[in-house]
């Protein structure tokens, strides 16, 4: 071949056989002295014993020994990582020993526990929201419910809540969200079916809610969930999408109701007050008619009594005043004509026909009519 016999010898391009030129193309063979000179490369595997050279210094027993050394403090870093737990502020730890809890609380901060034998349970005891009914349930009909007055409405609540014994919380239900949630739809329902569908829409939403909060908590309490009810909010209360435009018409009709109502009340008060005014003024009238008649009599009366006073002081004077009086009344109002016997001697006497459908004013009058 071309490369055989370039140097004398065999050994291909690399002078690898016996002859005179060993180095190759390259003046050296493929395999260099260990170590290096001051310019190669350091040499891979005497870096990896020299390693191995320090680790036997640093672990006791040697390199074999060692292994189980590094595998201990491994596995004694991992529990105590393990170990070693956070509380948070808004939050409880509760500390089980193979599984049963112990009876303290661990509260926010660093803590330790003997893992795996010792495990924690962390909870939430910052104020908490449940929403039942609508589209933030998951069932669709679960807001349905069914008045006393036999309507049915769909209700829209919230509860806020809070934990207050982790340990029960944890513990005594299996699962506690799922709990308060029916156990609050199951209030709602019966607080709801004992009362008319018009308190649940406007009229009395807080007092139902005051109702359902209190059923609710005493319902938790006897399951021991360590669960406080904070506020219960109706959030909204509406018919079914179904009935919505029936319940509308009853709901106009009801508002047309009240506003006859309103209006015939308003009638019924004009009225009312027209004819009280009315009976004020006719006893105002009556009140004043027996006041003057009363004084009226009281003044004849009294009239009479000064009368019948100077009477009894002087009798004869009084009772021909009296006469005079009587006679100048009755005289006056007469049609006749008297002339003195004595006085009238000479006199044509003249009677005026004419004049005699008239009314005279005094006797004098005629007299002097009739003298003329």
Request: proline content about 6%; aromatic content about 8%; overall charge negative.
């Amino acid at each position: 071949m071309p490369w055989s016999n370039q140097n004398g010898g065999g050994g291909g391009p690399w002078g690898g056989g016996g002859g005179g030129n060993q180095g190759g193309p390259w003046g050296q063979g493929p395999n260099r002295p260990r170590g290096g000179g001051k310019g190669g490369p350091p040499d891979l595997e005497e870096i990896i014993r020299r390693g191995q050279d320090q680790l036997k210094n640093v672990v006791p027993g040697g390199f074999n020994g060692g292994v189980f050394a590094i595998v201990g403090l491994l596995i004694v870093g991992f529990v105590l990582i393990n170990s070693i737990y956070t509380v948070q502020p808004d939050e409880r730890g509760v500390e089980m020993r193979f599984g049963k809890p112990k009876d303290e609380i661990s509260m926010p901060g660093l803590h330790y526990h003997f893992w795996p034998f010792e495990t924690v349970e962390f909870v939430k005891i910052t104020e908490q929201q449940q929403n039942i009914g609508g589209r933030s349930s998951g069932q669709s009909n679960s807001g349905l419910m069914l008045t006393g007055d036999q309507n049915i409405v769909n209700v829209q609540f919230s509860v806020l809540y809070s934990v207050t014994d982790p340990k029960a919380y944890l513990f005594n239900v299996e699962n506690p969200s799922d709990t308060l949630q029916q156990v609050a739809e199951s209030a709602m329902r019966e607080v709801v079916g004992r009362r008319p569908a018009q308190d649940i829409f406007r009229d009395n939403r807080q007092a139902i809610a005051a109702d359902v909060k209190s059923t609710i908590q005493a319902t938790m309490d006897t399951y021991g969930t360590g669960v406080s009810v904070n506020t219960v909010a109706i959030e909204d209360a509406a018919p079914p999408r179904e009935v919505a435009d029936a319940f509308d018409e009853v709901q106009r009709a009801e508002q047309d109701e009240d506003r006859f109502v309103e209006e015939a009340n308003q009638y019924a008060n004009q009225v009312l007050g027209k004819a009280r005014g009315q009976g004020a003024q006719i006893r105002e009238e009556a009140a004043a008619y027996k006041d003057r008649v009363v004084k009226e009599a009281q003044g004849e009366a009294q009239r009479f009594v000064s009368v019948y006073d100077e009477y009894s002081k002087a009798p004869d004077v009084t009772r021909k005043r009296l006469y005079l009086e009587t006679m100048q009344g009755v005289l006056g109002k007469s049609k006749k004509v008297i002339i003195d016997e004595k006085n009238g001697q000479g006199v044509l006497p003249y009677l005026p026909l004419n004049e005699i459908g008239r009314p005279t004013t005094s006797g004098a009058a005629a007299v002097s009519g009739a003298a003329q």
